[in-house]
């Protein structure tokens, strides 16, 4: 503590101290700060687009599962051609959750590209075999 | 106006207003202008960081009267900002930009407080003045002689005498009575007025 400050410390006429206290000299934060804050809004951003985005995914997933079995005469058909799907929801689970722990760990921008990759591949696998799907039972 | 242009004409502008809002020095009443919350409120990176700069002196004062070091004033500033920017959303501006901050950020310092349990609840609190005065090389000088008060003094004295709170606001932020927080205070700025005499006659 600078002794300066201390040695012209004089009280307000009535007694008080709000001279003193309001002439303590300003503080500054670190530079790091506001790039630390916008790093961490940005980190809690993508977390809940992607907890969405994975809600909404099994959601559909779910709907289009439902949606199928209740056909009778294509029963067994469907299980077989619902097989390559439910293995890659599963993959697309996976890579959402290796997803959300690379932003927990903040991974570097490589990994996290190629989980996006990934989970990009597995989506448009997840729509081909679909449509592969909707073909088998429009046939 | 597309939300492009909209979000591209802020940027041309947002250097400008960083530069007028700062040199106003105007603390925690500083007025936010409708462009930059609204802009802010779609997420621009450019329009946060115009409110960051506008508060951020503000911020970071408050918090270190209140934590007492200049890392968990950063802490707890910095999660103050993150709070404040994703309840953004749901601010109508029914109270001034500046004290919506403020609150957020008082509570978050006190919460920041309480959770490190660096108060014990005692009564006795302003007879550790002398005692805490070995502690004085480890305090940021913005603080001055409020470093020799323990943290809850130090708080009520701030809140009450520079921030414009009153007792009972400050007595429910600490779960205490009204009359806790004028006895404290009284307590507080008596031993400070001490303090003051006792260094004048050495």
Known sequence: MTSDSENSIQLDPDGGMRGYLSGLPVADSSAALWP??????????????????????????????????????????LTRE??????????????????????????????????????????TQINQESYHHDAIIRL | MSCNDFAHSFVHSAKHKVMTTMLSEAGFATTLDAATLAAAQHGNSAALETIYRSYERAAFGLALRILGRPAAAE??????????????????????F?????????????????????WMGSDDE??????????????HEALGLLARLPERARTVVW???MEGYSHSEIGALFKQSESWSKSLLARSLERLRRAIQEESTQ
């Open chain 2, 126 to 139: 302003i007879d550790q003045l002398s005692a805490s005065q070995s502690r004085q090389s480890n305090q």
């Open chain 2, 98 to 118: 500046g004290l919506w901050l403020k609150r957020l950020l008082v509570n978050t310092a006190i919460d920041q407080l309480r959770s490190e349990q660096r």
């Open chain 2, 159 to 161: 809140l009450h005498e």
């Open chain 2, 75 to 96: 802490d707890a500033v910095h999660d103050s900002f993150v709070r404040a920017f994703e309840k953004l959303g749901g601010y109508r501006g029914d109270a001034p």
């Open chain 1, 82 to 123: 619902a097989a390559p799907v439910i293995e890659i929801a599963a993959e697309l689970r996976d890579i959402d959750r290796s997803l959300q722990a690379a932003y927990d760990r903040d991974a570097s921008p490589e990994q996290i590209d190629a989980l996006w990759q990934a989970r990009e591949f597995a989506a």
């Open chain 1, 36 to 77: 630390r804050i916008e790093r961490t809004r940005l980190r809690r951003r993508r977390r809940r687009l992607l907890a969405g985005s994975g809600v909404l995914g099994a959601l559909v997933l779910l709907a289009v599962l439902m949606v199928r079995v209740p056909v009778p005469a294509d029963a067994p058909a």
